[in-house]
């Protein structure tokens, strides 16, 4: 479901050794902040050399690449999974993304959205990791869009847009404690929001 605009990002591909790189920078990244943790660390992390990190990844933001693309791969099978759960019904699909959002939350991160940090510090569009960050969040709008086409396909982009916004909103509130459970109060508002005729 993704755009054709959207660029893919270079890929490496993942030995042994590399996935231990991908696998120690994936917890070091979303523990500590992307400019927080430097080569050194994620190579003693991974019981590698730094010699074989920048053999096999040839710089830090590919490694970032894969640290993100990787997290947005876990994510696109897990809510997979619960809008198979969900069955056809479009409004079931768009409060399984709710869900989805709240148990991936709760189970795999208690910091907020990894995209939305990693955000935080990677802005330039020049930078590798930023085509993968914005593609997922442009892939969730498409989403979003998809399902709101089948429930009011006179007014499917607004209500995409709506929806994404309180999802999103919900996602950063979460991350930043703002209040408790914002995730569930975003299911109950988008829930309202498709309950009206």
């Known amino acids: ?14 030995t ?16 500590r902040g992307i400019h927080a943790v430097g080569v050194d660390l ?6 590698v050399t730094k010699k074989t990190l920048y053999d096999r990844f040839g710089s830090k933001e590919q490694v970032v690449v894969e640290y993100l693309a990787g997290r947005d ?37 208690p910091k907020g959205c990894s995209m939305v940090n990693a955000h935080a510090e990677i802005s330039d569009p020049a930078h590798p990791a930023h085509a ?20 009011a396909p006179g007014s499917a982009d607004s209500l995409a847009r709506t929806l994404m916004l309180l999802h999103e909103g919900a996602l950063v509130a979460h991350g930043l404690g703002v209040f408790p459970d914002a995730l569930t109060h975003a299911r109950d508002q988008a829930a309202a929001l498709l309950a009206r005729p």
């Open 73 to 109: 791969e876990r994510w696109r099978a897990f809510l997979a999974g619960h809008l198979d759960a969900a069955g056809p019904d479009p409004r079931e699909r768009v409060l399984a993304v709710f869900d989805a959002s709240r148990s991936w939350a709760e189970e795999l991160s």
């Open 42 to 47: 994620i190579a003693a992390e991974a019981g």
């Open 16 to 31: 042994p050794a590399a996935r231990r790189v991908v696998d120690a920078a994936t917890r070091l990244f979303y523990e």
């Open 132 to 151: 993968v960050i914005t593609g997922q969040k442009r892939w969730m709008l498409a989403l979003f869009a998809q399902l709101a086409a089948d429930i």
């Open 1 to 14: 479901m993704g755009t054709a605009a959207e660029p893919s990002p270079r890929r490496v591909m993942l």
